[in-house]
Every structure is written in C-alpha cells, then in structure tokens.
C-alpha cells in the first residue's frame, strides 16, 4: 500500500500529497517546498524545477512517515546518562525542526493574530526551559555520574557549583509547568477553513503532544533517577569525608 503511494505520489499535487498525511507538510518544507505556495502543482513538476532526486523525495517522506519512539519501558531501563542524551536530542529536534515549522507556517497565515502573538513568547520561554534543563540539571547528572564512576578528581570543589541548586525543587517546578497552555486553548478555537490552517492546527496539536510525552518521560523517568542517583552520590561523599 505505501508503494503504490510512493509511486503514485510524484503525480499528485502538492495539495492532495499534503491532505493525505500533513507530515508530508514538514517533510516537503525540508525538501525547500512550502506546500502553500504551489498546491495545485505536480510533485513531479516542483521536484524536476528544484533539481530534487526521486530516491531523496522517497528517503524523506519516509524518514518523517517512520516514527522512531522508544516505550516507556525502554526508557525506563536506560542508565541515567543515556535517557539524558535521549532528552537533549527531542529538545534538539523541538528547537530545529518541529517548532520553526509551527512558526514558519504562523507566519504565513493570514488570520488568527492571537496565535501569531503568542507564538514568540511560547518560544522565548520554552528554549529558556531548555537551556536551563541542559546547562544546569543536565550537568549536574553529569557530575553525579562522574563522582558515582570515581572519574571525577575533585568532586568536592565540583558540587560547590551547585551550592544553591536543588534537584527536589526542580523537580516539584517541573510538574507543574504547563508553558503550551496559552496556545493549546487559542488553538482549540480555531475552525480551519483551509489546508493552510489543517496543517498548522495538525502541527499545533502533535507539538502538544510531543511536549506531553516529553515532560512525562522527565516527570516519571529522567527525575526520580536523578534524585535516586543523587542521594546515592551523597552517601559516598559523606562517606569519603568522613575517611580523609
Ligand atoms: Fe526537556
Ligand atoms: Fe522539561
């Protein structure tokens, strides 16, 4: 069924492509194909224009077709260190693909000025979120992992970076933070008249989620690991000061 989608696809036009599945909306954007700009056009027609090679139109829609995610379970059986690179690469594809895409179709539209008002604010404040996450929790794991492993020289003089920091209040902040909320609502009231507004509605919503899954993962995995993790490395740092 999907092959003879693949084949048939390079005879539709960019419109009915993007009806069929709105990822592909995401997918031809990578390609450099805004579909809004040329939907009543044939894929095979924008593709040989833009000097796109078959096999690399098939090779994309694919990749963003297959939805790569790990169970919960799996996740939960992960060390520490790697449920956190896991983390840092969805905050990487939020930031590079999926909420520049929300942004760019946003930008484009011509109603709806409360999303569009809202959209740089939830931005702002979501990549502070962000950098807070990898700048300071994340490497305040690291150095955990490092003092438990023994490969950190002076743990001592290394924890005194973190002095006012504390994993617990992260922790208890983090669940209750709900920075999608504003544009979840405003987006609810929205009756897309168009393909224009069913894709960024469709990308709005699967951003919501994505966010969910996400903050889940942290709430229930990346956190109580952390503060497990914590309280075993000030066992041994107690446990060091007490033999010097
Ligand atoms: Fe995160
Ligand atoms: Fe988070």
Redesign the pocket.
Known sequence: MKELFLCMVFEKTIGEVVNENYVYARALHYLGIDFFEAPNRKLREICAERGLERQQVIKTFYEFDSCSRFSFQELRSYPIELLTEY?KHAHYIFIKDKLPFIVHLAKKWDRAEGLKNLLPEFVEDFIK??YE?EDTTFKYIELLCAIKKGSCKAPFSLMIDFEGYSLQAEFEE?QD?DEFGAIRSIASTIEPKNLHERVLIHEVQAFDREMIY??EI??NIFFPKAIELEASVIKKIKLLSTLN
Do not use: D
């Open positions: 983390l979120h962000i996450e983090h933070e996400h903050a942290e709430n």
